[in-house]
């Protein structure tokens, strides 16, 4: 009886209790314009949660190939790598910015010109599908860091 | 006997201190190379290739403090936001002519002279592109301790790897100092200054 009771308590403990449904909302969305001859850049935005924790699974783009991307430093070496997924935590926000996280944009259809806008389709685990219109800023924009 | 025994443990002592001393002193190896080079050895003369299809040597950026900075124009973020970022700094600490920033291809693959002239062009204030023979720019990163590796983005494309430590060079072409990708901005801006007035 007491072991039943060990493992009933133990079952209770690692089911984890659902969260309160997320509230997401993206804002300042981004990109960066191209030099002529640049086929690739990348975009940036602020996700914001008043709600329960999510999860960015994509971004796709109808003008580029688009991927989610983390810039990190070692020792002063640069080094870029895909991200499977982004967490958006519970009542918090993720900002995607120059120097860190970003959407990298490849094959790019056509040049980002400044003062244009570039679509991109955010997809997220609960919140489901969001579009977002990202302003294309001049290529010397965001000192970022 | 004693005495014989005092002097193999005194030895024993001294051995010991000197592999101490021999481990604290010596470089780890995961630093980065550019901070274990001392100015006197680092860097050297180069030649490469300015964005006007001409040869561009170390003697043309002589009496003009400058700064280096490895990347490669299809780089998505770091080049893009380092080289604004160095503008910004540089307006900061003296003005637009107050140093040269020479920005340098570890992609001469891609990044052929007319590239590097359009892209340099593209910060609002000069900035020189050089490139050259993909052996001129090994060469070149050896020389700086520059380390830089392509990545393949699986469709075919790839991206770069490399050192964004930024090294700063005074008017008699002197290595003074670096400015690492995530320092303040503070800290750097006094480093610019140094270098200017050094």
Not at chain 1, 47 to 57: F, S, V, W
Not at chain 1, 72 to 86: E, K, Q
Not at chain 2, 7 to 12: E, G, M, N
Not at chain 2, 73 to 80: F, Q
Request: with cysteine; proline share 7%; net charge neutral.
């Amino acid at each position: 009886m007491k072991h039943a009771l060990f493992f009933a308590a133990l079952l209770l403990a690692s089911c984890k209790p659902a969260s309160a449904p997320p509230a997401v909302s993206v804002d300042g969305a981004w990109a960066r314009a191209t030099v002529t001859g640049q086929t690739g850049s990348a975009a940036y935005f602020t996700i914001r949660n008043a709600g329960g924790e999510d999860k960015l699974l994509a971004v796709t783009s109808p003008a580029a190939d688009a991927s989610l991307h983390s810039t990190s430093m070692d020792n002063g070496v640069m080094r870029m790598r895909p991200l499977a997924s982004i967490e958006i935590p519970a009542n918090g926000s993720i900002e995607l910015k120059p120097g860190g996280t970003h959407v990298m944009l490849m094959g790019l259809k056509r040049p980002l010109a400044a003062g244009t806008t570039l679509e991109l389709d955010l997809k997220f685990e609960r919140s489901g599908e969001r579009k977002v219109t990202a302003e294309v800023r001049p290529a010397d924009a965001g000192t970022g860091m | 006997m004693r005495q014989a025994r005092l002097i193999i443990w005194a030895l024993v002592a001294v051995v010991l201190v000197a592999i101490g001393v021999f481990f604290l002193t010596s470089p780890k190896p995961h630093q980065a190379p550019v901070q274990m080079v001392t100015s006197t050895s680092f860097g050297g003369p180069f030649t490469l290739v300015g964005s006007d299809g001409k040869a561009f040597g170390t003697d043309q950026l002589k009496g003009k403090p400058y700064v280096l900075f490895f990347g490669f124009t299809h780089c998505p973020d770091t080049c893009p936001t380092t080289l604004a970022r160095l503008v910004k700094l540089r307006r900061e600490a003296g003005g637009d002519g107050a140093f040269d920033i020479v920005f340098v291809s570890v992609d001469p693959e891609r990044d052929g002279p007319k590239e590097m002239g359009t892209y340099s062009k593209a910060f609002g204030a000069p900035i020189i592109g050089l490139t050259g023979s993909p052996k001129q720019i090994d060469q070149v990163k050896k020389e700086f301790g520059i380390f830089s590796e392509k990545v393949p983005t699986g469709d075919g494309d790839y991206t770069v790897d490399h050192t964004a430590t930024v090294l700063l060079f005074d008017r008699d072409g002197k290595f003074v100092a670096t400015i690492a990708p995530d320092e303040q901005d503070q800290p750097a801006v006094d480093k610019l200054k140094r270098m200017i007035t050094s």
